[in-house]
């Protein structure tokens, strides 16, 4: 079966999967979950499962695909090198044969591995949004794994844990009811915020200024960035692989109303390179990057050139993450300026007093990090009970914290990370060190740690910053975390290739100049002419089953 589908497979990834890689990378930045686990009990409709002891006796080595972090890039090579992966096996009593793909490669490697038809036991990948058709094709062309009985006999974990939280649950299984893979889940809101825009405070204080709330207010700053500060890219952000991806997509686009992608108006699905605030949002960074408040190699500009331009001081105001951006970057400016003060600033507005419309805000279901189960696999059943380990009491603490007496202490009755990990003697960061002992900084099967992150954000100016971005409406606009049909999902793929490159045309030519601001009604029609409404019916669709889940 898996070789007959080997040609269609590999169509399928030169329209979607090839595209990605950002998406699936999106839940690498720092996010985390409840502090209470899951007990390791029984539940479930069908058969009951009993409670594992582990380790479990196990005389098999299973085989377990799945790409490193870029945390431990530079640091460790492969997993076995890795003190995590060493004791996760030591815990479970599963042995384990990894396999790696190329760094940033997964989804070529994963296409690969798929049209061969020899696939291992178990592999982790973003199946949700990162795999042409979606979960549910990957199930019907025998690629992985329908989990559902599976869970209610081997996976007690797991199963309580989402017999607990509904919500989550609706987000973990398909439109037809099938558990697909092992979910990574953020228990708490708190974590599913980390992205928001950053000015920098000490030049505000400086010049007399408020921190910026309207659009006026940042225009305003700007200028007086360029002009007093010398900021020759007072506004900068990363470009690649999209013009103002993180910029467009819920920042300073959301003061007028739209986003970059789809989004809900009063019920409507609507999308927003297509409404009027589009036009206005464009018109605003038009007259902004002709007076040079913007970066005038934005769309270019990768992160590198970001970190360069923060620490140089050319830049004092970007859209970045508060562990990945604030705690990466502080240290820079203060070489620099030792007064030099990087926060969080609110999501912009039009009129002061308002709140913003959108925002970055992940699901508590996060797709990266998600472990499905071949169906090919001889070893369903200690997969299964692996794989369930993290949901457990004592998987909890080890998928967070690590081991007691080395990578945590509990203080309290808190588990606070040692010195290995945050004051690292062989000079790693903090991200690089915690990566190295737990998968709480990054992703997993697992339910993540609150109190990961409350450490992690050491800076008070971190965690003041993600309370700041947390106020938003975004949860009224935001889609859930919806998918298309198979059939859908191919008809999509090709509708949004074509969308998407008129877009970002559009968006570059429109704010450089090469176009008048007026051309935007000349996208509109090309819209049409590349099924912008068909792509509406279809996540329209999608609404509709997801909330009759």
């Known amino acids: 079966m898996i070789k007959n589908k080997r040609n269609m497979f590999t169509v399928l990834v030169a329209t979607s999967l090839m595209g990605s890689l950002t998406v699936a990378c999106t839940s690498n930045p720092p996010t985390a979950v409840n502090t209470a686990s899951p007990k390791a009990t029984s539940g479930g409709t069908t058969a009951p499962s009993a409670a594992v002891t582990y380790p479990i006796k196990s005389d098999k080595t299973l085989t377990y695909w799945g790409e490193l972090t870029g945390n431990v890039v530079g640091v460790k090579s492969a997993h076995t090198d890795i003190p995590f992966f060493q004791d996760w096996q030591k815990k479970t009593g599963v042995n384990l044969k990894f396999i790696a793909p190329p760094t940033n490669q997964a989804a070529q490697a994963l296409n690969v591995m798929l049209a061969s038809g020899d696939l291992p036991d178990m592999i982790e990948f973003d199946w949700q949004s990162a795999f042409p058709g979606g979960p549910e094709k990957a199930i019907k062309d025998g690629y992985i794994l329908k989990l559902n009985d599976t869970i209610d006999k081997f996976a007690p974990n797991l199963k309580k844990y989402l017999k607990e939280h509904p919500e989550v649950d609706k987000q973990v299984k398909t439109d037809n009811g099938s558990y697909y893979a092992f979910p990574f889940i953020r228990g708490d809101d708190y974590l599913r915020v980390f992205q928001g825009p950053i000015v920098r405070k000490d030049w505000l204080d400086e010049l007399g200024l408020p921190v910026p709330e309207t659009i006026d207010d940042w225009y305003t700053t700007l200028k007086a960035f360029k002009e007093k500060k010398g900021a020759t890219a007072g506004f900068s952000v990363v470009s690649v692989p999209r013009p103002f991806n993180e910029l467009v997509n819920g920042a300073f686009a959301s003061a007028f109303g739209v ?291």
């Open 259 to 549: 986003t970059r992608d789809f989004f809900i108006d009063n019920g409507t699905i609507k999308f927003g390179p297509a409404e009027k605030g589009y036009k206005d949002f464009l018109a605003t960074f038009h007259k902004w990057y002709e007076e040079g408040l913007i970066d005038k190699n934005f769309a270019t500009a990768d992160s590198k050139a970001l970190d360069a331009n923060i620490a140089s001081g050319a830049t004092g105001v970007t859209v970045q993450n508060a562990g990945g951006g604030i705690g990466k970057w502080q240290p820079l400016v203060v070489a620099k300026d030792p007064k030099a003060v990087l926060i969080g600033a609110p999501y912009p507005v039009l009129k002061k007093g308002d709140i913003a419309m959108y925002s970055q805000k992940d699901p508590a279901n996060a797709p990266g990090g998600s472990v499905a189960i071949t169906a090919s696999s001889k070893n369903i059943d200690t997969a299964t009970k692996l794989l369930d380990y993290g949901y457990s009491d004592e998987g909890h603490m080890y998928f967070n914290f690590g081991t007691e007496g080395v990578s945590y202490k509990m203080e309290n009755g808190y588990p606070k990370y040692t010195d290995l990990l945050m004051k690292n003697p062989d000079k790693l960061a903090p991200a690089q060190a915690l990566s190295l002992y737990i998968r709480g900084n990054y992703n997993g099967p697992f339910v993540q740690d609150k109190r990961y992150i409350e450490q992690y954000l050491a800076l008070q100016t971190q965690r003041d910053a993600v309370s700041t971005w947390q106020k938003t409406d975004v949860d009224k606009h935001k889609l859930p975390p919806i998918t298309a049909t198979p059939e859908e999902s191919t008809e999509l793929a090709k509708i949004m290739t074509d969308l998407n490159t008129l877009v970002d045309e559009m968006t570059l030519k429109i704010i450089l100049g090469t176009e008048p601001v007026d051309s935007f009604d000349k996208y509109l029609e090309k819209f049409k002419s590349v099924k912008l409404s068909r792509a509406l019916e279809i996540k329209k669709a999608s609404l509709d089953r997801y909330n009759k889940r």
